[in-house]
């Protein structure tokens, strides 16, 4: 118990039904109140490599070449960028939303020659135009957002790489908010190079992300003569801290591993179809609710819609800014503004991990009822 003269600042407690961060798993604040050991002592080697395996189910793939990285998802989508990106190549990037815009960003300052096929915020791209698009440009890398998190758009990517493998470019996708909650299956889709993170679909704390190389895109990387720009996010130079010698690089967050173990290891038990369908459920259940009160989605099509976070246009006469403050002041209930183009029009309201439930989305669906 506190004591009267305990001036420690007290979180409050907030269901965080926004695009990230969202709940915790329980399971993964545990694990962090276990002793921090050294980089490389046993257990925390076996605990980075029981990650990768889990990391490499989640997303779908057998590359070797998957690790977690001690970064944001930003972070990662700056390695993928910084590693596989080269000056004076041809990029093609499809944008649709703010963080499609913040990976063409980044090109453009690793001095690429940057392409740019833009489309609505809230639409995806079909096979059609990706295919115009590449073969118009001819570039050395694709990339795209799998999961656009400012619009709730999803793109599978099965629409682009095809198109990018017919003229051998490397693809790079942005998975930041599909993993863990929705397939990602980035060797079925053909992606050489996907990134993540660590607080959204996988429900752990921020701080970590997540990265996963084929094995062609690492041969190219391992063939690469100059150095990328970034040293902390140099991939060659990380990926030595996993294998034996475990090669010191920089010095991870033990207790930050230890919480995507168990996030990882919640999702192994739950298995993955059953997690990607519990998320689609919830989504549902809480998209006819919306509707139901008369909010506009802002992704028209529902095959386009991810599942685990619900873009919406408030009904007229209702003051976006003062809902959010009324749900997280009334019902300690945090949900999201819209970025870019969209901020001030829109909640994004993300239903992830332990709030993806009938239970969770039915008391959101009456805080917000009272609100209204």
């Given at each position: 118990?506190?004591?009267?003269?305990?001036?420690?600042?007290?979180?409050?407690?907030?269901?965080?039904?926004?695009?990230?961060?969202?709940?915790?798993?329980?399971?993964?604040?545990?694990?962090?109140?276990?002793?921090?050991?050294?980089?490389?002592?046993?257990?925390?080697?076996?605990?980075?490599?029981?990650?990768?395996?889990?990391?490499?189910?989640?997303?779908?793939?057998?590359?070797?070449?998957?690790?977690?990285?001690?970064?944001?998802?930003?972070?990662?989508?700056?390695?993928?960028?910084?590693?596989?990106?080269?000056?004076?190549?041809?990029?093609?990037?499809?944008?649709?939303?703010?963080?499609?815009?913040?990976?063409?960003?980044?090109?453009?300052?690793?001095?690429?020659?940057?392409?740019?096929?833009?489309?609505?915020?809230?639409?995806?791209?079909?096979?059609?135009?990706?295919?115009?698009?590449?073969?118009?440009?001819?570039?050395?890398?694709?990339?795209?957002?799998?999961?656009?998190?400012?619009?709730?758009?999803?793109?599978?990517?099965?629409?682009?790489?095809?198109?990018?493998?017919?003229?051998?470019?490397?693809?790079?996708?942005?998975?930041?908010?599909?993993?863990?909650?929705?397939?990602?299956?980035?060797?079925?889709?053909?992606?050489?190079?996907?990134?993540?993170?660590?607080?959204?679909?996988?429900?752990?704390?921020?701080?970590?992300?997540?990265?996963?190389?084929?094995?062609?895109?690492w041969e190219q990387l391992q063939a690469r003569k100059e150095d990328p720009f970034t040293w902390y996010l140099d991939l060659k130079l990380i990926a030595k801290y996993f294998e034996a010698p475990h090669v010191y690089h920089h010095t991870p967050c033990p207790p930050l591993l230890y919480a995507l173990h168990q996030g990882l290891a919640v999702v192994q038990e739950e298995g993955l179809a059953a997690r990607w369908e519990r998320h689609r459920h919830a989504h549902e259940q809480l998209m006819a609710g919306l509707l139901e009160l008369r909010f506009e989605p802002v992704v028209k099509n529902p095959n386009d819609r991810l599942?685990?976070?619900?873009?919406?246009?408030?009904?007229?006469?209702?003051?976006?800014?003062?809902?959010?403050?009324?749900?997280?002041?009334?019902?300690?209930?945090?949900?999201?503004?819209?970025?870019?183009?969209?901020?001030?029009?829109?909640?994004?309201?993300?239903?992830?991990?332990?709030?993806?439930?009938?239970?969770?989305?039915?008391?959101?669906?009456?805080?917000?009822?009272?609100?209204?």
């Amino acid at each position: 118990m506190p004591t009267a003269n305990d001036t420690r600042l007290r979180a409050p407690k907030r269901l965080l039904f926004g695009p990230g961060p969202v709940t915790v798993e329980p399971r993964a604040y545990e694990a962090m109140r276990q002793p921090v050991v050294g980089i490389r002592d046993p257990f925390l080697l076996q605990v980075m490599d029981e990650i990768r395996t889990g990391l490499r189910e989640v997303f779908g793939t057998k590359n070797q070449m998957t690790f977690p990285l001690s970064a944001s998802g930003s972070g990662a989508m700056e390695a993928a960028v910084g590693n596989f990106v080269r000056p004076g190549q041809k990029f093609a990037i499809f944008t649709n939303g703010h963080f499609s815009n913040r990976l063409l960003a980044m090109a453009e300052r690793q001095g690429t020659k940057v392409f740019r096929r833009e489309k609505a915020w809230g639409e995806v791209f079909t096979e059609a135009e990706a295919r115009e698009f590449i073969a118009e440009t001819q570039p050395e890398v694709v990339a795209f957002v799998q999961g656009e998190t400012s619009t709730g758009a999803y793109q599978t990517g099965k629409a682009i790489t095809a198109a990018a493998k017919e003229i051998n470019a490397l693809v790079i996708a942005d998975c930041v908010t599909t993993l863990g909650a929705m397939p990602v299956e980035i060797d079925a889709v053909g992606v050489d190079v996907a990134f993540s993170c660590s607080q959204k679909g996988l429900s752990c704390p921020a701080g970590l992300s997540a990265i996963s190389v084929s094995p062609r895109a690492w041969e190219q990387l391992q063939a690469r003569k100059e150095d990328p720009f970034t040293w902390y996010l140099d991939l060659k130079l990380i990926a030595k801290y996993f294998e034996a010698p475990h090669v010191y690089h920089h010095t991870p967050c033990p207790p930050l591993l230890y919480a995507l173990h168990q996030g990882l290891a919640v999702v192994q038990e739950e298995g993955l179809a059953a997690r990607w369908e519990r998320h689609r459920h919830a989504h549902e259940q809480l998209m006819a609710g919306l509707l139901e009160l008369r909010f506009e989605p802002v992704v028209k099509n529902p095959n386009d819609r991810l599942w685990h976070l619900a873009t919406v246009r408030p009904p007229a006469g209702v003051d976006e800014a003062k809902l959010r403050a009324r749900l997280t002041e009334e019902h300690d209930i945090e949900v999201a503004a819209g970025l870019g183009e969209f901020a001030g029009k829109i909640l994004r309201i993300g239903t992830m991990g332990p709030l993806a439930t009938t239970e969770n989305v039915d008391l959101f669906l009456s805080a917000l009822r009272a609100c209204l």
